[in-house]
Nanobody
């Protein structure tokens, strides 16, 4: 069974960089045609797609977040990581890692990140 688990700090100060890691089990992040995605949900709002990293290491980001976003991977640990720079209170959200390119079939439980001084 495929499982994803997000980890990282729950509190980030404004202007700093948010960094979250997703650890995958039950599947390999380099398996052909696998895509690994970050999605977030701000309080009281809908889901927002952040971006993905492919099995080959290619990345694709939301245009609205592209200038601040980086998704990378550690194939030796079967993990992929989100970095979001220059955060503001607007980046407060529950962050999910998922498997899928444009639709997700497996989700992590989500991790809440608050941006506050």
């Amino acid at each position: 069974q495929v499982q994803l688990q997000e980890s990282g700090p729950g509190l980030v100060k404004p202007s700093q960089t948010l960094s979250l890691t997703c650890t995958v089990s039950g599947d390999s992040i380099i398996t052909n045609n696998n895509y690994w995605t970050w999605i977030r949900q701000p309080p009281g709002k809908g889901l927002e797609w952040i971006g993905w990293i492919s099995y080959s290491g290619n990345t694709n980001y939301s245009p609205s977040l592209k200038s601040r976003t980086s998704i990378s991977r550690d194939t030796s640990k079967n993990q992929f990581t989100l970095q979001l720079s220059s955060v503001t209170s607007e980046d407060t959200a529950v962050y999910y890692c998922t498997r899928g390119q444009w639709s997700s079939d497996y989700w992590g439980q989500g991790t809440e990140v608050t941006v506050s001084s």
